[in-house]
């Protein structure tokens, strides 16, 4: 397992995801249907991890990939691209129902209530509550995406437009 999966979040990890882009585009091709690549970034995460360090970072990953988790279709699958950021793909999926499950996963993970002790060298410090937010971009396969990192790069520019225009929403 350790081959294709994520440690930490139990997802797969990057090369084994790509091989899934590479497989879905193919057969999305061959089926004739639409095919939507979502990318999540957290919001502000080095912040979680320089405040109340890594070990509570870590959980703040694994609270989110299970929550988006519980609200992936079943024939969708999920990636851990690095670090705090996530692919998933969305077989026999269009750009408008794509968005919508990426808005409600973002809805879902800015929910979260996470209970993070600061990182102190006293051991006193209280527990804080803070919620963290993510951002999506979404793409669509279009006759164009040859390679996966054809694909790749119009979610991530999806992304970085939701980033741009305020973090914590969908671009697609």
């Known amino acids: 397992d350790l081959a294709v999966l994520d440690e930490l979040t139990r997802l797969s990890n990057r090369r084994q995801f790509l091989q899934q882009i590479q497989q879905e585009m193919a057969e999305a091709r061959r089926l004739n249907q639409s095919l939507a690549l979502v990318i999540a970034d957290l919001d502000h995460?080095?912040?979680i991890n320089d405040r109340y360090g890594h070990?509570?970072?870590d959980q703040v990953l694994r609270a989110f990939t299970e929550t988006v988790a519980l609200a992936l279709p079943a024939n969708a699958s999920a990636g851990r691209l690095g670090?705090?950021?996530?692919?998933?793909l969305l077989p026999d999926t269009g750009l408008i129902a794509a968005v919508e499950i990426a808005n409600v996963w973002r809805s879902k993970a800015g929910a979260i209530q996470h209970q993070?002790?600061?990182a102190s060298h006293e051991g006193d410090a209280k527990s804080e509550t803070a919620a963290v937010?993510?951002?999506?971009?979404v793409a669509v396969?279009?006759?164009n995406m040859q390679i996966p990192s054809d694909f790749l790069r119009v979610a991530d520019f999806k992304l970085?437009?939701?980033k741009s225009a305020g973090r914590n929403r969908v671009c697609g």
């Open 116 to 118: 993070l002790r600061p």
């Open 133 to 137: 937010t993510a951002s999506f971009g």
């Open 45 to 47: 995460f080095k912040p």
């Open 55 to 57: 070990l509570s970072g």
């Open 141 to 143: 396969l279009q006759p």
């Open 160 to 162: 970085y437009e939701a």
């Open 83 to 88: 670090g705090e950021e996530f692919g998933f």
